[in-house]
């Protein structure tokens, strides 16, 4: 079992930057994948930006140049910095972990841009 919990969201204006960290129950260091999705108001949940053992990190198109993922930070925490944000980057952003074949999520946290 994987708890993960995701902690930084909130309001923030155009152009304004916000840190996400995602911390897991456990080591992070055997996970095949360690990331962050996002679902806007009636869309899809949709990749961000993941971590996984076999082809290292990944972005969306859309964040591409302004979001950046790191970890792990210390054994069991991934950040997710965004910078530049946009409206449309307006969602709940979910951690997620794919561990020894089970598929585990967040809670999420709500990242809003606005003026």
């Known amino acids: 079992q994987v708890q993960l919990v995701e902690s930084g969201g909130g309001l923030v204006q155009p152009g304004g930057s916000l840190r996400l960290s995602c911390a897991a129950s456990?080591?992070?260091?055997?996970?095949?994948?360690m990331g962050w999705y996002r679902q806007a108001p009636g869309k899809e949940r949709e990749l961000v930006a993941v971590?996984?053992?076999?082809?290292?990190?990944s972005y969306a198109d859309s964040v591409k140049g302004r979001f950046t993922i790191s970890g792990p930070s210390g054994e069991n925490t991934v950040i997710l910095q965004m910078n530049s944000l946009k409206p449309e980057d307006t969602a709940v952003y979910y951690c997620?972990?794919?561990?020894?074949?089970?598929?585990?999520w967040g809670k999420g946290t709500l990242v809003t841009v606005s003026s």
């Open positions: 456990r080591s992070i260091f055997s996970m095949n994948l």
């Open positions: 997620r972990s794919l561990f020894d074949g089970m598929d585990y």
């Open positions: 971590i996984t053992s076999g082809s290292g990190k």
